[in-house]
């Protein structure tokens, strides 16, 4: 029942990448608690640079969510979601609608809170963070994206001239079938 840390892991990771308007879940998996009954509070920090961190969305040893700081607008409350899964060991944090301001360093800060003495006391604490790469629509006119559609169209138009020989070798083999049947047609009535 007893552990030395709290374990925290969040996948996917260490780096993702989304286009621009998708939506993006990153979940948080904590196990190795020091006692089954203890809490946990788990927050989401942003870090758009490794000097600042934002504090985005909490989720209380209770379970309710709270939104911090510029993210306590009703824009970023429909765009984030919090939400608990497994008995508690996993959280998915859902961000809607990507946008390039949201690139960045995403860390999952947890808690481990339980009771000592009748007041809440602090046990452990674990962190695991993950990159978001926000890819911009008008980033498909880069050089690295021609090169990546040239090449599968390549493989688009390699697939239709295979599909156009295979055709034509069939109407060949059918071409080439009937007129073997109407020579042995021809060649029974001139006998008779």
């Known amino acids: 029942d007893v552990c030395e840390a709290l374990n925290v892991t969040v996948s996917p990771g260490p780096t993702v990448e989304y286009f621009e308007g998708d939506n993006a879940t990153l979940y948080c998996h904590i196990s190795q608690k020091r006692k089954t009954d203890n809490l ?46 497994k008995h508690g060991s996993m959280y998915k944090f859902l961000i809607l609608s990507l946008q ?16 000592h003495r009748h007041k809440w006391t602090a046990w452990s604490n674990g962190t695991a963070a993950t990159e978001i790469r926000v890819i911009s629509s008008k980033s498909s006119d880069q050089p690295v994206f021609k090169k990546k559609h040239e090449a599968w169209k390549f493989f688009e138009d390699l697939y239709v001239y295979a599909v156009f020989v295979c055709s034509i070798g069939i109407i060949s083999v059918l071409l080439f079938t009937l007129v073997i049947l109407c020579q042995s047609l021809l060649n029974k009535r001139r006998s008779t």
């Open 40 to 85: 946990l509070a788990v927050r989401w920090v942003f870090a758009a640079s490794p000097t600042q961190e934002h504090l985005m969305i909490k989720m209380t040893k209770f379970g309710s969510v709270q939104y911090n700081g510029n993210y306590t607008h009703h824009f970023h409350k429909q765009r984030l979601h919090l939400l608990k899964e």
């Open 100 to 115: 390039q301001t949201d690139q960045g360093r995403y860390i999952c800060k947890v808690q481990e809170i339980g009771k």
